[in-house]
């Protein structure tokens, strides 16, 4: 049975529900053809089956990245979508496959910021995921962390604390300075009491 069929919208359900269901089955299976169906599906006519295409795409590569990643060339390719949807889904997508092959994510990180900066909070949330895991990758670590100091720099201060916070396992003896200092430097920005507490936090661990 095509797994079109088992998407949400084939099953007229405004719910997420199905797709997450089937995510998790493809990934226990490691159905690759399935994958390869649902790949070839981002191209279709129905706009709703492209969405719950990537979302089933994304779920499956959260749980399983080396299903999808032999496809993270036609992923990073809906990052050029004019859809929202795509746009932040291939993004999600696209930080589970750094693990995977960070050499083909690494090569397209010039389109990853270009949307970034340009795209929606999430789209943001998970290309600033994107160059913490480059960091975390020896060969990658220096330029994608200059990468993500930029983005901490120019970060909405909603966003900050948990960009700050998920950085922190990559932050080493090398880089801890500067990283505390970006940190500082944006701390008068930030309204909120509660926020700015989560990145003195941060600081506080790196200082001791």
Known sequence: MSVISKLASSLNRRDEAPNVELAIAIAEKGDKGAVKELIDNLQNAGKDIQHDCIKVIYETGERKPELISPY?????????????????????????????????????????????????????????????????????????????????KISATNQLPMYAERALPVITAENKELFVKTLQGRLNDVEKETKRKRIEKVINKLKK
């Open 72 to 152: 993270a060339k036609e992923i990073i390719r809906q990052l050029d979508s004019k859809s929202n949807r795509m746009q932040w889904g291939a993004m999600t997508a696209v930080s589970f496959i750094v693990s995977e092959n960070p050499q083909i994510v690494y090569a397209a990180l010039p389109k990853i910021i270009d949307i970034a900066d340009k795209g929606s909070v999430i789209t943001k949330d998970y290309a600033v995921n994107i160059l913490i895991k480059l960091t975390a990758v020896k060969k990658y670590s220096k330029e994608a962390f200059n990468l993500l100091i930029h983005q901490l």
